[in-house]
């Protein structure tokens, strides 16, 4: 047993973030855990280092980036998305939102005809992933959700344990009053191909009863999907909107539509939750579609568009069934805390251990 480290721990929660400043999940989780560790009483650092994925070049250059990081003035080290994770450190314990999916389950979608060029590359990312977490100095692999831990397993053959994370409730706003004569079912998030949107676009195609999409948030599919709801009446694009507005949109919402692809966590789902709404999503959604309990705080269904219309329209022909659903995912999202994230983390590290 080495010396005991007497005064507080320092903590670097080294982070991922975008050369274009883009602001998400992934974002809202840094400042949160930052702050809930610092509540805990660990002095924590956020330290926020730019990963270029423009191309492959620019993504090995980040991978450097972050090897070279040096953070051995800190006690312990979290890591978070990739490539976080390939900084050394003698004391350090993954958090994992995700890898890069396009070299992993999201490889045969991005290119549907691989050269040899694109195969080698995935190839040596799988590589200097698995080498990263098999590290002696990796004291805990820890993922946000079941689809990040079977993907890991599956792609690099590690072991992980999940601990989903919370998120918060923005305070509402002085309301929007027209939001209360409309029906509607919200589409919140960032507007890229793997949410498929257009998914939901099509089911409204088939909706019976005289319910809205609204659609907020921003992102590079924005025009295609634009375009393909040119002929849809009950179709609205908010684009961006403030946290406020989002929560009042939330509490006026019917139930919220999530359907992506094979989503590693999905805040969406925990933030309609706990604004009382039932989730609807897909069966090859990820981690949603384990999130919600098909009939119970949500629906689960195939990526059909006519079988999700169908959903919809039960939703609104049975309102006070709609809100009892609401009110179970409530319940559920409510017992994910910040205390047992922090605690499982931290315990990881063995600081008490002192100085290596």
Request: a negative charge; proline letters at 4%; hydrophobic letters at 40%.
């Amino acid at each position: 047993m080495g010396q005991k480290l007497e005064m507080c721990p320092r903590i670097a929660l080294l982070t991922v973030t975008s050369p274009s400043g883009e602001v998400g999940g992934a974002e809202r989780l840094n400042e949160s855990l930052t702050s809930a560790l610092n509540a805990s009483g660990l002095k924590t650092d956020r330290i926020d280092v730019t990963a270029d994925e423009t191309s492959f070049d620019a993504l090995l250059r980040s991978y450097l980036r972050f090897y070279d990081t040096d953070l051995s003035a800190y006690d312990g080290v979290i890591s978070t998305k990739a490539p976080s994770f390939v900084v050394r450190h003698r004391r350090h314990t993954v958090y994992l939102l995700h890898t890069i999916r396009t070299f992993y389950d999201m490889f045969d979608e991005t290119f549907s005809h691989p050269s040899a060029e694109a195969m080698a590359q995935r190839d040596l990312i799988l590589r200097i992933d698995t080498a990263a977490f098999s590290r002696p100095s990796i004291r805990g692999v820890f993922v946000v959700g079941d689809e990040v831990k079977q993907r890991l397993l599956t792609y690099n053959g590690i072991a992980s344990t999940v601990i989903h994370h919370p998120t918060f409730q923005p305070t509402r706003s002085v309301g929007q009053p027209d939001l209360k004569q409309r029906s509607y079912v919200l589409l919140p998030g960032r507007l890229h191909r793997w949410k498929r949107v257009d998914l939901a676009l099509e089911a409204f195609r088939h909706v019976h009863n005289d319910i809205e999409l609204i659609i907020c948030g921003v992102g590079d599919d924005e025009a295609r999907l634009k375009t393909l709801s040119d002929d849809l009446t009950n179709v609205s694009f908010l684009g961006h909107v403030s946290d406020a507005v989002l929560s009042d949109l939330y509490a006026g919402a019917l139930a919220v539509v999530f359907s992506p692809v094979r989503e590693d966590y999905g805040l969406i789902t925990i933030e309609a939750f706990l604004n009382g709404k039932p989730v609807l999503t897909c069966t090859d959604s990820g981690e949603p579609a384990r999130l919600v309990k098909d009939g119970i705080n949500g629906f689960v269904c195939p990526p059909n568009p006519v079988l999700i219309a169908e959903r919809v329209d039960w939703l609104f022909e049975n309102a006070a069934i709609a809100k009892n659903m609401g009110a179970e995912g409530r319940q559920f999202a409510l017992q994910i805390g910040w205390e047992g994230v922090c605690s499982t983390l931290v315990d990881s590290l063995n600081l008490d251990d002192g100085p290596i």
